[in-house]
């Protein structure tokens, strides 16, 4: 039997024993850490659970403090959770009520930013490369506020898969590219419609796998979520696409070994949504409707109208950077970037930041903000090209702010 359906069967005995649903679904999160640890679960006694509180740690105290009217052997077990929690470095939540006084706001206050049907989100629409419209939902600032706490201080504590590399501390564009330099075959491979494609339910598995209990994993979930899906354009939604996407970078990683077993090189990365494959034998290209079966048994669709198969005798570009002998910048980046600077000198900042927000398609507050993001743009062009970043980095220095 494996644990989930043990703990599946554990919560069921424990509903049909009226224990308290809280405690119930507690001690399956418990049992879940313990197992995956690979340690046996700690159930104490009534003559040993008064020196396990004694014993539980400072940060325990405070919980111990607020529920003393709890049976000893009940807090001996919090205890024990609280501890398995903390290996995993996440605030020790055991019930929405300890989520509400770790964010310091009501229940009242929960309950509204998790259901509320209006003021929640503001939606935004983004013009799509193709000519459609991408519609983002902005969270208010409260709400903002929480998913920035929920990313910092549960999320980002688990890492990525190593091959994903976008939306976590010290990722890069670069470090994306790099395995593909110099490949007979890149293919470029894009999943469509990435976060709202991404439910409610597989939000809520990241957030079990934290440790947390059923119902902890649910508040997290409405928090992060927007009728059913992952909300596109929430603080906390890169984060959770990329452990929601682990699976596929574990079962392509198998594929990976697999074929380097059989002296077959092949080279994966995902920045994003964005899946690269890269190989000089160009028979693997036939793993591509493996690779599809794995993207579709883990909730998702290859976007077949961005598939790109590129050969050594062409640009091969990953994420913005060109792979094909070393790692550099698209030329095509280059030229934009000295059109905005002539432009500029040429017709002043704001005709200029008026075209940007226009072909860009993204707010700019002022000259200052607009400065920022070409000074970010060229800071990307000198990791790749020192020679012609640092060129495109002395004509803005000759700009001023006006």
């Known amino acids: 039997m494996d644990k989930y359906t043990a703990t599946h069967q554990m919560r069921l005995l424990q509903e049909h024993a009226e224990v308290d649903p809280v405690l119930a679904e507690a001690v399956v999160a418990y ?15 009534k003559e040993e659970a008064g020196q396990a509180i004694v014993d539980a740690p400072f940060f325990q105290q405070a919980f111990i403090g607020r529920n003393s009217h709890l049976a000893p052997q009940v807090l001996a077990f919090y205890a024990a959770y609280g501890q398995e929690l903390a290996r995993r470095r996440v605030p020790i939540l055991f019930s929405t009520e300890d989520l509400a006084f770790r964010l310091g706001i009501s229940m009242r206050q929960l309950n509204w930013l998790s259901y509320a049907k209006q003021g929640r989100y503001r939606p935004l629409e983004r013009s799509k490369a193709n000519g459609k419209v991408r519609i983002l939902h902005a ?15 549960i999320l980002l504590k688990q890492k990525p898969h190593p091959y994903a590399t976008a939306y976590y501390p010290g990722s890069s564009l670069a470090r994306g590219a790099d395995p593909h330099v110099g490949r007979k075959v890149v293919i470029r491979m894009d ?9 409610y339910a597989q939000v809520r598995r990241v957030f079990s796998s934290f440790g947390y209990s059923y119902r902890v994993a649910s508040a997290l979930s409405s928090l992060c979520c927007l009728d059913g899906k992952l909300v596109q354009g929430a603080p906390s939604s890169p984060a959770l696409s990329n452990l929601v996407a682990l699976n596929i970078d574990r079962r392509i990683t198998g594929l990976k070994k697999h074929l380097q077993s059989t002296d077959q090189k092949f080279y994966y990365s995902r920045y994003a949504d964005d899946l690269i494959f890269s190989f000089d034998d ?3 290209i036939g793993t591509l409707p493996l690779i599809r079966q794995i993207i579709r048994e883990e909730g998702f669709e290859c976007n077949e109208d961005k598939l790109r198969i590129m050969r050594s005798g062409r640009q091969q570009t990953v994420t913005g950077v060109v792979v094909n002998r070393k790692l550099n910048v698209n ?8 059109a905005v600077l002539h432009n500029i000198r040429s017709h002043g900042w704001d005709t200029e ?3 940007w927000q226009s072909n860009m398609n993204t ?5 200052a ?3 920022q993001i070409l000074e970010g743009r060229i800071a990307f062009v000198r990791s790749l090209n020192p020679e012609k970043g640092g060129k495109l980095l002395d004509s803005l220095k000759t700009i001023q702010i006006v």
Do not use: Y
């Open 191 to 199: 999943l469509k419609d990435f976060f709202p494609s991404i439910t």
């Open 353 to 355: 930041m008026q075209r």
């Open 282 to 284: 160009e028979s693997l």
């Open 139 to 153: 969270p208010n600032s409260k709400l903002k506020t929480v998913q920035r706490w929920i990313t910092s201080r």
């Open 369 to 371: 903000h607009f400065r």
């Open 363 to 367: 707010r700019v507050r002022d000259q």
């Open 331 to 338: 030329a095509a980046e280059c030229r934009r970037l000295r």
């Open 31 to 45: 049992t879940r850490l313990c197992t995956d640890r690979g340690v046996a679960p700690v159930f104490f006694a």
